[in-house]
């Protein structure tokens, strides 16, 4: 039964009709039977070009199995962060020792170097889990070292639009996105730009013999994102975008900012664990081809499902509804 915000200026539900599915065997086993594919398996858009698979980040016959002698110009992931998240540890989204995650994470991200192209963009989204000295972040950032093929281009924190409190620290707000570069990429300034007017005069400077200031020499009214971006909506519940069942799921308009700068029409972006299939309908929005999966059948037949309502209605997820009306 849904449950009403009477406090609002009109009245919204307040409650999923899927409740977090990485921690529900019992709903999970009776979505697997709704599930296209299987371990192993690919499915091929026929209409883009798009795959989506169920395999094993971790296994390089998985990965060529989807890319074959493909390459990627723009590698988009957002894997487990070791840190158990919403105080639900499962085996998706649970913790493990250090060296087991820093090693499933050497796995996949040489398998993930090996698809992309000589020029392009590696992007990461990584945690922090301040209960045990802030692992895995600054472990991360040292194994990247040691691929000598990337070099590290920016630190991007995304702030959070609420997050959690304490009555004896600083409240949680952010989330962290490392931003590495193979060879010499594009990158697409334009669309760096946000919605979010310039306000500050100054900033002086001579043009051509003329002193000018920032509002006159700008290329535009609006401020750039930089490497903080306080502009991106969190509160899923409040957004048609919202996937009931997924726990973990990123921005869309933060994941098409990425796709947008590191990348053109035509190009192809990988992303290594779907879930919710954000960066699918990022691509198919922006004229990208996708290749994504994950190891969950469930994570990947949403992925399907969101791209086919997104055709079949405009509506980039399900807010309120379920993924699976057969069911709920």
Not at 107 to 130: P, Q, R
Not at 294 to 306: G, L, S, V, Y
């Given at each position: 039964?849904?449950?009403?915000?009477?406090?609002?200026?009109?009245?919204?539900?307040?409650?999923?009709?899927?409740?977090?599915?990485?921690?529900?065997?019992?709903?999970?086993?009776?979505?697997?039977?709704?599930?296209?594919?299987?371990?192993?398996?690919?499915?091929?858009?026929?209409?883009r070009?798009?795959?989506?698979?169920?395999?094993?980040?971790?296994?390089?016959s998985?990965?060529?199995?989807?890319?074959?002698?493909?390459?990627?110009?723009?590698?988009?992931?957002?894997?487990?962060?070791?840190?158990?998240?919403?105080?639900?540890?499962?085996k998706?989204?649970?913790?493990?020792?250090?060296?087991?995650?820093?090693?499933?994470?050497?796995?996949?991200?040489?398998?993930?170097?090996?698809?992309?192209?000589?020029?392009?963009?590696?992007?990461?989204?990584?945690?922090?889990?301040?209960?045990?000295?802030?692992?895995?972040?600054?472990?991360?950032?040292?194994?990247?070292?040691?691929?000598?093929?990337?070099?590290?281009?920016?630190?991007?924190?995304?702030?959070?639009?609420?997050?959690?409190?304490?009555?004896?620290?600083?409240?949680?707000?952010?989330?962290?996105?490392?931003?590495?570069?193979?060879?010499?990429?594009?990158?697409?300034?334009?669309a760096?730009?946000?919605?979010?007017?310039?306000?500050?005069?100054?900033?002086?400077?001579?043009?051509?013999?003329?002193?000018?200031?920032?509002?006159?020499?700008?290329?535009?009214?609006?401020?750039?994102?930089?490497?903080?971006?306080?502009?991106?909506?969190?509160v899923?519940?409040?957004?048609?975008?919202?996937?009931?069942?997924?726990?973990?799921?990123k921005?869309?308009?933060?994941?098409?900012?990425?796709?947008?700068?590191?990348?053109?029409?035509?190009?192809?972006?990988?992303?290594?664990?779907?879930?919710?299939?954000t960066?699918?309908?990022?691509?198919?929005?922006?004229?990208?081809?996708?290749?994504?999966?994950?190891?969950?059948?469930?994570?990947a037949?949403?992925?399907?499902?969101?791209?086919?309502?997104?055709?079949?209605?405009?509506?980039?997820?399900?807010?309120?509804?379920?993924?699976?009306?057969?069911?709920c």
């Amino acid at each position: 039964m849904r449950k009403w915000n009477s406090s609002s200026a009109y009245r919204v539900p307040t409650c999923e009709k899927l409740p977090r599915l990485d921690c529900n065997e019992e709903l999970r086993n009776r979505i697997l039977p709704l599930c296209r594919l299987s371990k192993g398996q690919v499915w091929e858009d026929p209409i883009r070009g798009h795959r989506v698979g169920v395999l094993d980040a971790t296994d390089s016959s998985s990965v060529s199995r989807i890319m074959e002698t493909k390459t990627a110009v723009l590698a988009l992931n957002d894997p487990p962060y070791n840190v158990v998240l919403g105080g639900k540890p499962t085996k998706a989204l649970g913790k493990c020792s250090l060296e087991e995650y820093i090693e499933f994470s050497r796995k996949w991200i040489t398998n993930c170097l090996a698809h992309m192209a000589e020029n392009s963009s590696f992007y990461l989204w990584v945690g922090a889990d301040v209960n045990d000295g802030f692992q895995p972040l600054a472990d991360i950032m040292l194994l990247l070292r040691s691929f000598k093929e990337l070099k590290p281009r920016n630190f991007i924190t995304l702030r959070n639009q609420r997050g959690y409190g304490t009555q004896k620290n600083w409240m949680w707000i952010r989330q962290e996105l490392l931003y590495y570069v193979k060879g010499s990429p594009i990158f697409n300034v334009d669309a760096e730009y946000t919605d979010i007017p310039k306000i500050l005069r100054g900033y002086y400077k001579w043009v051509k013999g003329d002193r000018k200031e920032n509002l006159e020499r700008s290329r535009s009214r609006t401020i750039r994102a930089g490497n903080v971006w306080v502009d991106v909506q969190q509160v899923f519940y409040r957004l048609e975008e919202n996937v009931p069942g997924c726990y973990a799921q990123k921005p869309l308009k933060a994941i098409e900012r990425i796709v947008a700068a590191s990348s053109n029409k035509g190009d192809l972006v990988v992303d290594f664990f779907s879930h919710s299939g954000t960066t699918l309908i990022a691509g198919e929005r922006l004229g990208r081809k996708v290749f994504t999966f994950d190891n969950d059948p469930i994570f990947a037949e949403i992925t399907i499902r969101r791209l086919e309502r997104y055709r079949q209605t405009g509506k980039t997820g399900w807010q309120w509804e379920s993924p699976f009306p057969e069911i709920c």
